[in-house]
């Protein structure tokens, strides 16, 4: 179950991405960032929440940037 769950936000962040950014190139280097700092921080430390909070305020300070 818990595998499922990972892999459903993991696909809803991307799509997400995809469809504020529409650049192809802005998208992958997006999508690299968000994925690897929620895959290991947030799911692997999931206590210290530190390390997971810089990942996703970085998302979405980028998204605002680009809009």
Same mark, same amino acid.
């Given at each position: 179950?818990? %595998?499922? %769950?990972? %892999?459903?936000? +993991?696909?809803?962040? #991307?799509?997400? +991405?995809?469809? #504020? !950014?529409? %650049? &192809?190139?802005?998208?992958?280097?997006? =999508?690299?960032?968000?994925?690897? /700092? =929620?895959?290991?921080? =947030?799911?692997?430390?999931? +206590? !210290? /929440?530190?390390? /997971?909070? &810089?990942?996703? &305020?970085? =998302?979405?300070?980028?998204?605002?940037?680009?809009?």
């Amino acid at each position: 179950m818990r %595998d499922a %769950d990972k %892999d459903v936000s +993991e696909k809803s962040h #991307c799509k997400l +991405e995809f469809k #504020c !950014k529409g %650049d &192809p190139l802005t998208s992958s280097f997006h =999508t690299r960032l968000p994925i690897k /700092g =929620t895959r290991g921080p =947030t799911g692997r430390m999931g +206590e !210290k /929440g530190a390390q /997971g909070e &810089p990942g996703i &305020p970085g =998302t979405l300070h980028y998204v605002v940037v680009v809009h």
